[in-house]
């Protein structure tokens, strides 16, 4: 764990919890390559996490369950039915002491939803069908009162949980800087609550890298664009500084950040034809599995922005945020 490395100050302010053994792997992708300008190369992230579960949502977790566990609370949280998040928190959050709840809204409900459910049911955490977002904040009091949480942001992207892809851009320019792979122009990223994306435009800046974050919002209700990721990410530097870093760059703003808009389809979790494409590519010629809710949209994206010649090339990072273990 890099950061507390870089940032010994932050140590006691910013507990954390180890949830994964080194650094994830990166590696060619010679099949989207051969479509593009720029060659392509993944960091899989789907390979962090050493629980039952895997993907961007536990580095987050490394950061929330040690604050959670310091306070003594439950983590209330919220996601769709299928939400990766909620799961990754529950199940983490068992193996730590950390019990979870999870307020739910409604979303398309399919094969991998409706298995996705009975894992988070048979998860331990208290689950709350609260249906759509304007019947979960009226009732938030109600949950506040039952739970007395710890309030956690959809997607684990409070100031504390980007600290978790502040980290992972550390470990990438350490993979550089030891000849792993190129220095990227660009990293293409899914983008749901926008966490990991700001967490990287923080890190890579943090790290000294020239590398480019390029989102890909998959979800419209919630806000993504570059000042919104440039804001979280701005977050996340103040809470850095408050604890006692020294920062080297100031944090990124809207003109560092690119959002590759017209890749949601219908909706958040809903297949779009572009994305199952990607899918069947990376699986045939990069033995790369993606999901249709985030990754096959961030890979259509990509792949249809590299074909263009707009990311460059040189080379672009993928970085694959899905670990799924069943
Ligand atoms: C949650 C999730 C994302 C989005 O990450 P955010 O930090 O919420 O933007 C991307 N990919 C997968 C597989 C996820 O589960």
Redo the contacts with the bound molecule.
């Keep these: 764990m890099l950061l507390h490395e870089r940032y010994p100050a932050v140590r006691e302010g910013l507990p954390h919890l180890s949830l994964s053994d080194g650094p994830t792997p990166v590696r060619r992708l010679d099949g989207l390559s051969a479509d593009g300008r720029a060659e392509v190369w993944v960091k899989d992230d789907g390979a962090f996490g050493s629980g039952p579960w895997g993907?961007?949502?536990v580095r987050?977790l490394e950061w929330l369950l040690p604050e959670a566990r310091r306070r003594g609370r439950t983590i209330l949280t919220f996601g769709g039915l299928g939400t990766?998040?909620g799961l990754a928190t529950a199940l983490y959050g068992r193996d730590h002491g950390v019990r979870t709840a999870l307020a739910l809204v409604d979303q398309p409900v399919d094969e991998h939803v409706s298995a996705q459910l009975e894992r988070l049911r048979a998860s331990g955490a208290t689950l709350h069908f609260t249906r759509t977002k304007r019947r979960t904040v009226l009732a938030l009091p109600w949950l506040i009162a039952r739970h007395r949480p710890y309030l956690v942001p959809?997607?684990?992207?409070s100031p504390l949980g980007m600290l978790g892809?502040v980290d992972a851009s550390l470990e990438l320019a350490a993979q550089v800087a030891a000849g792993e792979l190129p220095e990227p122009s660009h990293a293409v990223?899914?983008?749901?609550?926008?966490?990991?994306?700001a967490g990287l435009a923080l890190g890579l800046r943090l790290a000294g890298l020239g590398t480019r974050v390029v989102g890909v919002p998959?979800t419209r209700d919630l806000r993504a664009d570059p000042a919104s990721v440039a804001r979280l990410a701005g977050r996340a530097a103040k809470l850095l500084r408050s604890r006692g870093a020294r920062l080297e760059a100031p944090p990124p703003t809207a003109a560092d950040v690119t959002i590759l808009d017209g890749w949601i389809g219908a909706g958040y979790g809903h297949p779009t034809p572009e994305g199952e494409a990607a899918a069947a590519a990376a699986r045939e010629r990069d033995a790369l599995a993606l999901?249709p809710?985030?990754?096959a949209k961030?890979v259509a994206a990509l792949r249809a922005a590299n074909a263009a010649g707009e990311l460059g090339r040189g080379t672009v990072l993928y970085v694959h945020?899905?670990g799924p273990r069943y």
């Excluded at 959809?154 to 992207?157: E, I, K, M, T």
């Design positions: 993907g961007n949502k987050k990766n998040w959809a997607g684990g992207s892809y990223v899914a983008i749901g609550s926008s966490g990991s994306a998959v999901d809710v985030y990754t961030a945020t899905d």
